[in-house]
């Protein structure tokens, strides 16, 4: 992934934010959005593991445009396999890249532009839009699926995958304080040996594993509320690690040039679409 | 993720399922938990039960799936905690099976397995808690015998155990011999002359843990277990294995609390407050993680060859602090009656407390992830 | 306060918990009962400022008894401000010291005794108990004066009251840590010299100075509002400022003979007396 | 603690909100926050008439307490923020108050108070962040010059700034000179041949920062405040002053802003939820107590003669926090109104990510208190 949209490519990006078709399309040739579409309808035949993977290197490299909505789109929307369609869909109150896309799941009737605090994902609100519940069987999902039985492409499982990219994202700001607190010298040393610093990064740490392995295990079981309680600690991952990862970058993390605030707002945008996570408690809870 | 079983594996759980489901409803009620005389009797009486049933292996000798089979299925069974077998089962046990003689393990495992006899820890010292390593127990040679002195503390069942695994110091600290080299790992008989015992109460007002004094003790030099000075490297290759797997039943137990927490407010009219429930939800998704970060630990310690390494610090960091935000989730549904002692889970809150501080506070953790794992530059 | 209830006599009461009614005369005798009352009426004739800083003394030395209750009972009570009556009140659903107690209070109808977590503060429970709000003319209010227009015995100030025995206690507990880093030796060195030990110790001492201008303030102005916050952050720092302290101690704060535990069960009993924190919450967010 | 003011006080407080009153409604609106020539403009506008006004010398020259009322009063009638004079008035004027000889405050001070000339500060830089100390810009004597090469990072208002309080280094770091002393305090005027300004975009997407890039630029030996190499206590006399002060008009704020979000969480329906509501109560009480701090660190200065001492280092640690807090829960009160730049406190809850990071990140804060509060032995 991370040949295909290199940092060049993103900070490109950060200063035209458009969807890139040619991207979109070589994602598709590499067989991305066909992951999880059986082989005899011509996708690449595997299961949500592999697709997880695939999403945290997506996060991991703060991919633009609506990755998860054309994935879940691939055996559904002509096109959406091979990156030529781009799909997208409502998802809460918000619709991620409504005007570059070339199908739209869901309502987005009474919908208006937002001002987007991530410059890399333009936003439309739907003021009105119902509730959308992690119920695989909620008419309002705009991932209900033809067939009701089929797990993949209920709303829980575009949770899921977006939980894979905060663990992506979560991982990559460690990995990006620790390099930082690795070179970076102040007071005559590099700032990794002062242990406010370092229990900085191993709280990020521990935050990033724990979101991994809820993550993994929810791929594996396809359990709903397995996914929701990832979306919890991933969701809390990757916004907790973007702010920590500001914070041992100092003065430094605060510039435009710096990806840190990149991954904080895409974290926060991840974490405001769809259900979110008042709705993921309420599920865990009311299972107890 | 490996989250699947072997056939063996499942007719192992199922086998044991069957007998648990067998034998638990004929056992009597269990002591209360600081009765440690009376503990021993009941935890060695279900120990050798395990043991008789064809079990007893599973603590040591079985592959690492095994164990977590083990322990996930007693726990949610609610069979009875270890106990006083504690070090013999998850500490002593192991450093004996993986660095011991073979007389050495014919000597001292059967009777842990059987819950013959009850070992205890003798590491800690009171001038030597985080600093583990700066340990000043003396034993010196006296002909085919250690003598030793000091004294250890946090010794956690000393007034009924058998033995004792004691960290001494055999070769003092010098230039040439850091604090980590010239200790030694002796399993030290605690009816030998010269040990005093002395109760310790902890805040939670119980009396598990003990300070134990000895003067001159001598141990026989075949009690040693790997080679003299080499005791850090012996006790600490269990550790870092245990920190991975240790957990197990108190992770299943801790879910099964959260259920009991939900029942209670449900109950008692707290469930109407919608923080406490989303509060209880999160804590939910935590354990479920922590739970599933054991069994990575294990599937990780398989295919290495025993030592699940760093995810062990990892887990004890983050379960150490959800297992107090639990209690404390568990003081917020009770309300007033978190106050009161007879109340479930007061009593466990007050324990809970140490969870940040035993074996190596959620600090030296930090340290031990930021260093070791993350390779950041040793810490000032 | 330190000299009449000093550490040995803290110790001697943990073992032995029975309410000293020497102690209680001799204080009587110092005027802490009578410090607000009148001087015409016999009293010292100070205001809520000073009074705070003598429950402030009280928290920090642990002093067991219901001292609040007694103390607002002083001007009203036979005997009180001598410290020859001991006075205590319902507290929300708990009674301390109910039967050591020469009046009560409120309505202890059904009180069942409890095994108190805090070895020096014995309590009942009132399961049915009405909810104490903050309004000082509620009639459920056991410091309702008799002259509805005094400020000094309604609930909010009892409230203050216990606030300024959590500061006591969180000032305390912060300099014990201090004590303990600054001499306790582990790797070659004083523990306080690592930067982990030193940023609790901080965050302890921030948290009880914010306490101390929000209890003091709230005594100068004898506003409702302000005791409400001043209550909150107080119990939050009593109870934080312990753990960490807790913390800081290691093992050696684990023991039955170390004093912090005696003050995080304190503080705990402290915060579930009254009101508590969600109606304190409540009440100032409606004020916004 | 003394709450009160004495007659005097009241009645400039009464004076001055007489003269808010009489003059904020004719006011022209402001300009777009990032719009540095206009806010200078602006900003400037507003100190003149504040100057002729009579409230002038307010900012340094008064008693403590006139200062708090006059920023309170200032802050609560919603009065133009200061602005690009922020410097001038709140650091480099108070240093040349304090520091200054008779003939540098009659040239630099007059100017400041009247908004004819705003300064910039020239501390931070590339490698000396945290360490401010470590400074690198160089300055050598050449005839009544200094002669100064080096960069500085994170000046605001660098473009429209006359001034730059700048800190220098005019002895090298040696085994005699540490790092703290060998650094002086100059005056640089921003027209001087040899700068350049380069435009520093924020994670805010604003440009109110610059790097500040310095060739040989001459400076008069004239516009040094201190002594030669005593420049660091110079600038830290005053920094220590500010942190107890400089936000009194920011804790006012968030105060409003705390109605502010009880407003719209009425209006979206979002005040059902309790949580919010609850975690809304504490911020108030948070901010209550912040603002009781600050009078406290004012009494304390009046009391001391004018340095607040270490309770700036408590106020700002735990103000820079809950107002991150503030905004989160803020972005909470929005639900997805959150991420559009156009609804208010979006930006603004960027900008609040700086605080932990600017004047001292809060791990540097909480060495400070440990160290210098509370006596812990120096830190590793």
Redesign the interface.
């Known amino acids: 992934m991370e040949g295909r949209f290199g940092r060049d490519a993103l900070r490109a990006a950060v200063e035209a934010p458009a969807l890139d078709r040619e991207l979109w399309r070589a994602l598709g040739d590499a067989g991305f959005f066909a992951l999880c579409v059986p082989e005899d309808a011509g996708g690449v035949g595997l299961g949500l593991?592999e697709a997880v993977l695939a999403f945290e290197e997506a996060g991991r490299v703060l991919l633009p445009g609506p990755a998860v909505a054309t994935f879940l789109a691939a055996g559904d929307v002509e096109g959406a396999a091979a990156g030529e369609t781009v799909v997208t869909a409502v998802e809460?109150?918000?619709v991620p890249w409504l005007e570059e896309a070339d199908v739209v799941r869901g309502d987005t009737d009474g919908a208006v532009p937002?001002?987007?605090?991530?410059p890399l994902t333009p936003?439309h609100?739907v003021p009105d839009a119902p509730n959308t519940s992690h119920d695989p069987h909620d008419p309002h999902d705009p991932y209900t699926p033809h067939d009701p039985h089929a797990p993949r492409t209920s709303a829980h499982v575009a949770s899921l995958l977006r939980a894979a990219e905060q663990l992506g994202s979560a991982t990559r700001t460690c990995e990006s304080a620790?390099e930082h607190?690795?070179t970076r010298?102040?007071?005559g040393?590099?700032?990794?040996?002062?242990?406010?610093?370092?229990?900085l990064?191993?709280?990020m740490?521990?935050r990033a594993?724990?979101?991994r392995?809820?993550v993994?295990?929810a791929a594996?079981?396809g359990d709903r509320l397995?996914a929701?309680?990832?979306r919890?600690?991933a969701d809390d991952a990757a916004v907790r690690n973007a702010?920590d990862c500001?914070?041992v970058h100092?003065?430094?993390?605060?510039?435009?040039?710096?990806d840190?605030?990149l991954h904080?707002k895409r974290a926060?945008?991840r974490a405001?679409l769809g259900a979110g996570a008042?709705q993921?408690?309420?599920?865990?809870?009311?299972?107890? | 993720m490996d989250l699947t079983y072997t056939e063996e594996e499942e007719s192992f759980r199922a086998g044991l399922r069957d007998w648990l489901a067998d034998v638990l409803p004929a056992l009597p009620a269990g002591p209360a938990p600081d009765d440690w005389p009376g503990r021993r009797a009941y935890d060695t009486g279900w120990q050798r039960m395990l043991y008789d049933a064809g079990y007893g292996e599973v603590h040591w000798d079985a592959a690492p799936t095994l164990r977590l089979i083990f322990l996930e299925e007693t726990e949610k069974a609610g069979a009875p905690y270890v106990g006083a077998n504690f070090v013999g089962l998850l500490h002593a046990g192991p450093t004996i099976a993986a660095e011991g003689t073979p007389e050495q393990r014919a000597r001292w495992l059967p009777p842990v397995l059987r819950g013959d006899e009850v070992w205890c820890q003798g590491f800690s010292e009171p001038d030597a808690g985080s600093d583990l390593a700066s340990l000043r127990t003396r034993a010196w040679r006296d002909g085919d015998c250690y003598v030793v002195s000091g004294s250890k503390i946090w010794t956690s069942h000393a007034e009924v155990a058998d033995w004792c695994e004691l960290l001494v110091r055999t070769t003092p600290v010098s230039a040439e011999v850091p604090k980590h080299r010239g200790i030694t790992w002796l399993a030290l008989p605690m009816d030998a002359a010269g040990i005093t015992v002395r109760p310790l109460r902890t805040l939670a007002g119980s009396t598990e843990f003990a300070e134990v004094i000895l003067d001159e003790v001598r141990v026989p030099v075949a009690n040693r277990v790997g080679a003299e000075d080499d005791g850090w490297r012996v006790s600490m290759v269990t550790l870092s294995f245990e920190r991975g797997t240790a957990f197990v039943g108190e992770v299943v137990a801790c879910r099964r609390l959260l259920g009991e927490l939900a029942g209670e407010a449900r109950a008692n009219g707290r469930w109407d407050d919608a923080a406490l429930r989303r509060r209880l939800g999160r804590l939910s998704a935590e354990f479920t993680a922590l739970w599933r970060l054991t069994q990575w630990n294990v599937s990780e310690a398989r295919r290495t060859g025993g030592v699940p390494g760093t995810g062990g610090s990892v887990f004890k960091l983050r379960y150490s602090h959800a297992r107090q935000e639990l209690y404390d989730a568990a003081a917020d549904v009770l309300g007033p009656g978190a106050l009161d002692l007879e109340r479930p889970w007061t009593l466990e809150r007050l324990s809970a407390l140490s969870y940040t501080i035993a074996a190596g506070t959620s600090q030296i953790q930090r340290n031990i992830v930021a260093e070791r794992v993350l390779g950041l530059p040793k810490g000032r």
């Open positions: 593991p809460g109150e918000l937002v001002r987007s605090v991530d936003l609100r620790v607190a690795r010298e102040q007071f040393g590099p700032v990794g040996r002062f242990q406010a610093v370092q229990h990064c191993a709280d740490l521990v594993e724990l979101a392995v809820a993994y295990a594996v079981t397995a929701a309680g990832a919890l600690l702010r500001l914070q100092g003065g430094m993390g605060f510039t435009w040039e710096s840190v605030h904080l926060w945008v405001g008042r993921a408690e309420e599920d865990l809870a009311a299972a107890l």
